[in-house]
């Protein structure tokens, strides 16, 4: 008797692969074209056009710009794709599991040396636009509260070594993180006065270590 015909085996590694390369395209393309346009000049079918994908395509694998901007901003701050928790980053573990004040600094500011140079160009991007888009101002205010929420907790760890700085509290020992993150200080000194981003790095981790701990 014929046998009856063998069922095709769905291969769903090599689908999820291909949806997998389909979103890297769309997200290198997106940066580049946000970065040389801005983001009101930014278009979803050019984005479309430099990652050689179906714009309807584009729209079912990343959402609308808004959504697609945000998804890149994320994916810069966490250094994973998905989006990594801070809670979850290994250099957030490696501060944490660290004894020594001022070696925890220097994890932090080895870290920030490698985030800025990713984020530093689409936060400019992002800052630009948030005066004319109110749902790109609320992301840029919640980028700078959730950074403000993490140096609190970076503080208290210091604080918890015994190092901070006499006088010092840990609410202005946070701020004092704070500012010197963000990426508008990485683009006044790196960007604007030609700093080497390792000279940059080094002089982070040596500053907060004399602003902040007992020496």
Not at 14 to 42: D, P
Not at 50 to 77: N, Q
Not at 95 to 111: M, N, V
Not at 163 to 168: A, C, E, I, S, Y
Request: no cysteine; charged share 25%.
């Amino acid at each position: 008797m014929p046998q009856p015909p063998r069922k095709r085996t769905y291969d769903s590694s090599s689908r999820r692969k291909a949806a997998e390369t389909t979103r890297r395209s769309i997200l290198i393309a997106a940066r580049r074209v946000f970065l040389e346009k801005g983001y009101a000049a930014a278009t979803m079918p050019a984005i479309a056009k430099m990652a050689g994908i179906s714009l309807d395509t584009v729209y079912a694998t990343v959402g609308k710009k808004p959504a697609l901007f945000r998804l890149l901003v994320e994916l810069e701050i966490s250094g994973g794709d998905p989006p990594v928790p801070a809670e979850e980053r290994p250099y957030v573990r490696a501060i944490r599991q660290e004894p020594d004040a001022a070696r925890k600094l220097r994890i932090y500011a080895g870290a920030r040396g490698q985030i800025q140079p990713r984020l530093a160009p689409l936060i400019q991007v992002l800052q630009g636009a948030a005066r004319f888009d109110r749902e790109l101002k609320a992301l840029w205010r919640s980028i700078s509260q959730r950074r403000a929420r993490n140096m609190q907790l970076l503080a208290k760890d210091l604080a918890a070594t015994g190092r901070l700085r006499r006088g010092l509290s840990v609410a202005r020992a946070a701020d004092i993180i704070w500012s010197m993150n963000s990426p508008e200080f990485y683009n006044l000194l790196v960007e604007q006065r030609h700093w080497a981003p390792k000279a940059f790095e080094a002089w982070l981790a040596d500053t907060w270590i004399r602003l902040l701990l007992e020496l």
